[in-house]
């Protein structure tokens, strides 16, 4: 053997000593998933050329991997992510249901009921459309209209208008009523120039993304529209190949009508606006209407699983009003056994309460539920942030010694390699959402972004979206298709195992998540044996 050979040799032999610490090394893979997984690759190399590699108009030097809201565009069109898109996706465990539905649906479901009102602090023209954003809620019904256009010279600053009236009579050098749309749902999402230009740090974007969080829950929280409102997110997931979803509900909802009610803080934690236009319907009946919209919908498709809920508190209450909702989510589980699997604190984890400041009474929580004989699983947000030593990126200590079951982001986890070891041995699943961390900055691009190091380490994943609303990122698809193109080691086999651990780290137990892993598993071998064929998704 020359000593080039030797050389070649050994280093074949490291690179296979390193990858056997990756996450998917050890599942031996079929045939058939090995041809489908030369055909992405092919494609991606491909398309790393002839997409990736030319200029596009007003999207300078693209690259795989780049800024998502520039590139959103070009992506949608590519052969690989026409692939990723019918690929099925397993589990989504990580998002906020009050940012899942799109904003254009989100505005079309507000128009639709009359008691829905809008007003700003100006008259809204064309110097200040961009920055004036509105506020809109449902009133009573016997509410009186205190102006009829936002657009119009004479409108009294911070005066309701009816929102059909206001679209109808938005003045037609801004759009009229579709200009009224785009100004509504650009308010409602980020867009690129915020994310990468306007609002280019972690502490600005937050800004705008609180800013849209508020406008958006003014109507998602609304009882005649919230069963719409899970059915049309049921509906995006099923078509995006999503067929389970574990998903957030923020059950502290005070903030959004600050500006609007007089009324306790505490009344606003209970309730949410009923069609009457009256803070009265209690958390009782949100769940109510979830677990009757998710019964209706696994009836209706066949290709949907089940959906649940976790408990979600933003983390900016003391400890009292922490116990008060501990004790609500207690009762809420014994109510809805089947529907509640577990509880989280969030919020940006930068300026907000860390959660050492809460460990006493989450510690009596977990007796308090062995008193009661139930199960409420921790699965706390912990390290989204790209601090070292921080508090924000010590939360994951206090999340792992609290018992979380999964951790939300967890992007700072990979500064942390004892951390790391404990969540590859313990099986603590990361519920990394790629496209989130990059519209909110913690990265710069995908290339940037800690999930190889994760992956590499054998740290079991789960892929998300967050906050698709917000983001654009609509189902999985984008995220998957981005990690996909990031990455010359990850390949349609580690998405796949990306879905399995989906489900394997999921709250579903026993013949339950068994069922699910079969039914994914049926989905994933017809959508290889299409993939490999002659006519195949374009290959």
């Known amino acids: 053997m020359t000593p080039l050979e030797e050389y070649t040799k050994k280093r ?30 092919r494609i991606r190399t491909e398309e790393a050329t002839t997409v990736w590699g030319v200029e596009h108009e007003g999207v300078p030097h693209p690259f795989p991997g780049m800024e998502f809201l520039t590139a959103k565009a070009i992506m949608s069109k590519t052969r690989l992510f026409g692939i990723v898109r019918k690929m099925p996706k397993g589990a989504l465990l990580h998002a906020h249901l009050d940012l899942t539905v799109s904003p254009s649906n989100l505005l079309r479901f507000a128009l639709q009921y009359p008691t829905f009102h809008i007003r700003t602090s100006e008259v809204i023209t064309s110097l200040n459309i961009s920055s004036i954003v509105p506020e809109i809620r449902p009133l009573t019904p016997d509410f009186p209209t205190e102006a009829c256009s936002l657009t119009d010279a004479s ?47 972690n502490t600005r974007i937050w800004d705008k993304f609180r800013s849209a969080v508020g406008l958006s829950i003014g109507i998602v929280y609304f009882a005649p529209i919230w069963g719409q409102y899970i059915r049309q997110f049921l509906e995006d997931s099923v078509a995006d190949g999503i ?46 209407t979830f677990k009757q919209v998710v019964d209706n919908f696994k009836q209706d498709r066949e290709d949907f699983f089940d959906a649940k809920v976790i408990y979600t508190v933003i983390r900016d209450c003391d400890t009292e009003g922490l116990e008060h909702h501990l004790e609500d989510c207690l009762a809420m589980k014994k109510e809805f056994p089947d529907t509640i699997i577990g509880f989280d604190l969030v919020g ?59 951790i939300g982001h967890g992007f700072s986890l990979v500064k942390h390699p004892k951390l790391m070891q404990i969540c590859k041995e313990e099986g603590i699943a990361l519920e990394v ?47 998957f298709y981005q990690v996909l193109v990031a990455s010359e080691v990850t390949g349609l086999l580690t998405l796949g195992h990306l879905a399995r651990d989906s489900i394997t780290y999921s709250m579903l137990e026993g013949a339950e998540k068994t069922k699910l892993m079969q039914m994914w598993e049926d989905r994933w071998l017809h959508f290889l044996r299409e993939l490999v064929t002659p006519e195949g998704y374009l290959n």
């Open 433 to 479: 959402c790629p496209i989130s961390n990059e519209i909110l900055r913690l990265t710069a691009s995908m290339l940037m972004h800690p999930l190889p190091i994760l992956l590499n380490n054998g740290v079991p994943v789960a892929l998300s979206s967050d906050d698709p609303a917000i983001f654009q990122n609509m189902g999985l698809s984008y995220d």
């Open 12 to 41: 074949v032999a490291l690179i296979e000593a390193d990858r056997t610490l990756r996450v998917d090394h050890a599942r031996v893979s079929l045939p058939l998933e090995d041809h489908a997984d030369k055909i992405v690759r």
């Open 155 to 201: 409108y009294p600053p911070m005066s309701w208008v009816l929102l059909s009236q206001a679209r109808e009579r938005f003045d037609e050098t801004l759009g009229g009523p579709e200009g009224f749309g785009r100004w509504v749902t650009g308010h409602l999402s980020i867009d690129p120039c915020t994310a990468y230009v306007t609002h280019n740090n």
């Open 243 to 288: 067929p389970y979803v574990e998903v957030r509900i923020n059950f502290s909802t005070r903030y959004v009508f600050l500006r609007s009610v007089s009324v306790t803080s505490d009344h606003f934690d209970r309730f949410m606006v009923g069609a009457d236009g009256k803070m009265d319907v209690p958390h009782v009946e949100w769940l109510r």
């Open 348 to 406: 940006h984890e930068n300026t907000l309460v860390p959660l050492k400041d809460y460990v006493e009474p989450l510690i009596r929580f977990k007796e308090r539920q062995k008193h009661e004989g139930v199960s409420i699983p921790y699965i706390f947000h912990a390290g989204e942030t790209c601090g070292d030593g921080t508090e924000a990126d010590e939360n994951l200590y206090d999340a792992i010694l609290l018992g979380t079951k999964r």
